[in-house]
């Protein structure tokens, strides 16, 4: 409902995944969260639950290990929701491009919304990235979005949809 | 007017709720959100999709909060306070079983130590009911509410109820039901949209449940009550800025070990 839309800018919840990345960008967020930057005057709470978030942050270049995990966790927040892929090596690789054992950024597998660079990306980038984030939040439909890769079914069981089959596993060791 | 209170009665614990993460934000000298941002999440919550599990499991949750609503209007209407007590058990095993009946490993964590804090601190509730029937000859609210000086004749009862509010309002030390970076929420894990709005609701309501057992002491001058209700607050949030959390055994152990003494003398005492 129209009414309720604006209110979505004044509550984000955050799912924070790290898909790999060197933990450096890791400790930027959580040095966000913390008293010195004081994420939660906008209303941020760091959930860890997918069911019950809006903005999916993510770390690191997508290891083959990580990416089924990846596309699990986004196929399980609820819409709307968006993606905000943290530092260098989210977005396009960084120090990690072309390595054997991972992927180039995370929009080869999920759509992203908001891209920071910065390799850390520092915490006053990554709030400008949240409120951002949230701008694209507000305007975002309730249709439902698939990842690129490994996207598997939605059903219809009765006449509900399920999400069982949403993201695909993957063997482990095959190139995508 | 105290239907209107009941019908305000969420409202009422949400503003509790978003005072005290204000409250806790200027504890750690940061700036925290508005007053009003768990409204703000409710609303939000009302605008996502929903993902449910089976719904029964939904459903449970929508019955632990309407239940525990209805003992809070029990409360208000100054009923039984055995009814409440137990009426407010009630209502939280419905939430334990909604737990055990989802396949999340962390959901049934959340439901065993659930459990466990329900058996730590529902003989505690019911030994300051006893203590408030020994005072004034009955359990019910109204009457209770008819006579003063429960403080000085039940301090150790205080303490002991003192001591179990952290576990009804999930704070540290005793917050191990909700534990974030531990189980993810336990129990809420599987709830999405408007059914976890029942259950971020329920939590308001629980702050309402508990405090009104700290109001009584007041006896018959609201001001004691209010100003009790009002200390026992930032006490807990001290505390709960300040400490660590406890393991569930352990939780059991301080419990049983310490408030159940200080309940014990001090009805010892009174008789
Ligand atoms: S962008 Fe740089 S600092 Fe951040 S996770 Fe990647 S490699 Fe580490």
Redesign the pocket.
């Known amino acids: 409902m129209k009414f309720f839309s604006a209110f979505r800018k004044k509550s984000p919840w955050v799912l924070h995944y790290n898909a790999g ?6 400790i ?1 967020i959580l040095a966000a969260l913390g008293p010195k930057f004081d994420l939660e005057r906008f209303g941020v709470i760091n959930t860890g639950n997918p069911k019950q978030s809006d903005i999916f942050l993510v ?3 997508v290891t083959y290990r990580s990416r089924e995990r990846l596309v699990e966790l986004y196929s399980q927040i609820p819409e709307p929701k968006v993606v905000v892929a ?5 977005t396009t690789g ?3 491009r072309g390595m054997y054992n991972v992927e180039d950024g995370i929009d080869r597998y999920i759509p992203v919304d908001v891209y920071v660079p ?4 520092s915490p006053q980038l990554i709030i400008d990235a949240l409120v951002k984030g949230l701008d694209v939040l507000e305007a975002k439909s309730k249709e439902i979005e698939h990842p690129f890769k490994l996207f598997g079914t939605i059903e219809m069981i009765g006449n509900k949809l399920s999400r069982l089959n949403m993201a695909k596993k993957v063997e482990q060791h095959e190139k995508n | 007017m105290i239907w209107v209170w009941i019908a305000f009665a969420p409202i009422l614990g949400g503003l509790a709720y978003g005072g005290e993460r204000v409250l806790r934000a200027r504890m750690q000298r940061r700036q925290g959100p508005p007053l009003l941002q768990p409204f703000y999440d409710m609303f939000k919550l009302l605008d996502k999709r929903t993902l449910i599990v089976h719904s029964p499991h939904a459903l449970l949750a929508v019955a632990h909060f309407f239940i525990l609503w209805f003992s809070i209007v029990a409360i208000f209407m100054g009923w039984n306070l055995l009814y409440i007590i137990f009426l407010h058990l009630f209502a939280q095993i419905l939430l334990i079983l909604a737990g055990y009946s989802v396949r999340s490993v962390y959901s049934h964590i959340g439901a065993n130590r659930e459990l466990l804090m329900l058996i730590a601190y529902e003989p505690i509730l019911l030994l300051v009911a006893v203590g408030f029937y020994l005072e004034s000859g009955s359990f019910e609210i109204s009457e209770i509410l008819q006579k003063g000086g429960y403080l000085t004749s039940m301090p150790l009862l205080f303490a002991a109820l003192a001591m179990v509010i952290p576990i009804k309002v999930k704070k540290s030390p005793f917050d191990v039901g909700e534990a974030h970076q531990e189980i993810v929420g336990g129990v809420e894990i599987e709830y999405s949209g408007i059914f976890y709005e029942f259950l971020y609701m329920s939590r308001f309501l629980e702050y309402i449940f508990i405090y009104s057992f700290v109001f009584l002491f007041g006896g018959v001058s609201s001001w004691v009550g209010t100003v009790l209700v009002a200390g026992t607050f930032l006490a807990v949030n001290l505390v709960d800025n300040a400490t660590a959390r406890v393991k569930t055994a352990d939780m059991l152990k301080i419990i049983y070990s310490i408030a159940m003494m200080l309940c014990i003398v001090n009805i010892a005492g009174i008789l």
Do not use: I, L, R, Y
Request: one cysteine or more.
């Open positions: 990345s060197c933990n450096g960008c890791d930027e770390t690191g270049p943290v530092g260098s090596c989210t960084g120090v990690f910065g390799c850390a990306a």
